[in-house]
């Protein structure tokens, strides 16, 4: 009996033991194709050399420095080229050890810039529902996946939610896609003025929804029109990228597609790509300088924060994917894993929807492809799936809720940069049995 408090308190994972380049080897002697990054985090595959040895330098050279004490040379490095990468008016970086922690930073931040002028009635984050924006208590409050907000609910702050962009469902037959950006931006728009503008902080959206939607992109234009509507009534935009940030839809900053630079960006994940536990913010300069000019000082602060080899981890990755120059891969690699999936999922009775961007592609399942019906909640299709698709020797990040917290099933992929064109033919063929497998499965039980 491990002394583990696991996931499943009812299951023990197998025990990993090591893993190269796309997989993972357990103790038992199998090995499993990583085509989820487990939760789209390790985007350079596993035991990459460079990194490893990255880190193995900083260790001998300052393995820790507490950061009311001191900065380091490589954490320093680090923001240097997050900011030089960042969209418009990025000009500073608060490193973190997670996504949750990333988000928390970024909302007390937010809360914080206007407590500097005066403005102490500012306390409301809108925010969409169906998304996830972290586990800790604020960040929790923010998201939108109801199953993991209900057992805590009485603890969380109240967040007006407002429907996300998920163009299968929320787009009417007949209604243009302009039409439908045009609704959800005059439904968030409501939102603000319902509020009071005077009396909220900022609008939290992920880029790219991931876990709880399956890769769910924007519309066109919708990001732009997220961004005018902040302007127009001196809120903030805090675009999460934990999960879609760092290269994996193909840009470094997913939001880059979308021509609008948010005030806030939370990121993590793909940051240290799994090598070190490692989150960070990214916020407007004009941000920071208020906080500067003011009080002096961010009330916030973690004993983790700017740990040096978590920097060291994450500063080497993001010199690989420059020197290999892997977000013209992910580009690539991405349309060929579209190409492949519409081929073998295209017209399959139970997949009514591919999409995504870059590495970052999400299915999702349905009982009926005409009618959009799901599957039985009950059915628990998402976990049969991860099942069939382990005993395959694949790991893919599947859940259920997509729709709204109860119904709904995705799989979501999102295998290393370094993916080969014939290892992608490979997650497709695993992944069309173990699809094909589960639905059995379900439809008998
Ligand atoms: N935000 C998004 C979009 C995420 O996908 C996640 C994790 O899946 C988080 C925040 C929380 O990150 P972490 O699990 O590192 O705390």
């Given amino acids: 009996m491990s002394h583990i408090l696991h996931r499943s308190l009812r299951q023990t994972p197998p025990l990993a033991v090591g893993g190269d380049g796309i997989y993972l080897r357990d103790s038992q002697g199998n090995t499993y194709i990583d085509a989820s990054g487990g939760a789209a985090v390790s985007s350079l595959g596993h035991g990459h050399p460079d990194i490893i040895a990255a880190m193995h330098r900083q260790i001998d050279r300052c393995a820790y420095a507490h950061t009311a004490f001191f900065s380091t040379e490589v954490a320093e490095r680090l923001a240097d080229r997050l900011v030089a990468r960042a969209p418009a008016g990025i000009g500073s970086v608060y490193l973190v050890s997670g996504g949750s922690e990333a988000m928390e930073t970024a909302l007390k931040l937010a809360r914080q810039y206007f407590v500097e002028a005066g403005e102490l009635k500012r306390s409301v984050f809108i925010a969409r529902r169906q998304s996830y924006h972290g586990n800790t208590l604020g960040a929790l409050a923010v998201g939108g996946n109801e199953w993991r907000r209900k057992p805590f609910a009485p603890l969380l702050m109240d967040v007006p939610r407002v429907s996300p962009c998920y163009e299968y469902r929320g787009r009417a037959e007949g209604q243009g896609v302009d039409q439908y950006t045009e609704t959800l931006l005059d439904e968030l728009e409501a939102a603000i003025l319902h509020a009071g503008p005077e009396n909220v902080i900022g609008f939290c959206a992920e880029t790219v929804v991931g876990a709880t939607g399956g890769a769910i992109p924007p519309t066109p234009g919708y990001f732009r029109g997220v961004r005018r509507l902040c302007d127009k009534y001196g809120i903030l935009f805090i ?83 420059e020197r290999d120059d892997l977000l013209v891969q992910v580009q690539k690699r991405g349309a060929t894993l579209r190409r492949m999936l519409g081929a073998v999922f295209g017209e399959h009775e139970h997949v009514g929807d591919i999409r995504g961007r870059g590495l970052f592609v ?69 992944l069309k049995e173990a699809v094909d497998a589960a639905v059995m499965e379900v439809l008998k039980s």
């Avoid at 940030?245 to 940051?271: C, H, N, S, W, Y």
């Fill in 239 to 321: 675009a999460d990228e934990v999960m879609c940030g760092m290269g994996r839809t193909g840009t470094m900053f997913a939001i880059e597609q979308d021509g609008a630079a948010p005030d806030l960006i939370a990121v993590a994940k793909g940051l240290g790509a799994g090598y070190a536990p490692i989150g960070a913010v990214l916020a407007n300069g004009a941000i920071v300088e208020r906080l500067r000019n003011g009080s002096g000082n961010f009330l916030h602060g973690h004993t983790y924060i700017g740990h040096p080899v978590a920097a060291a981890a994450a500063l080497a990755v993001q010199e690989v994917i």
């Fill in 362 to 430: 999400g299915l999702e399942l349905v009982r009926n492809r005409s009618s959009k019906e799901p599957f039985a909640p009950e059915l628990k299709l998402h976990a049969a799936v991860k099942q069939q698709a382990m005993q395959r020797g694949l790991m893919v990040y599947p859940m259920g809720g997509t729709i709204d917290g109860r119904q709904g099933d995705h799989i979501l992929l999102a295998p290393p940069f370094i993916v080969s064109a014939a290892e992608l033919s490979e997650i497709v063929t695993r």
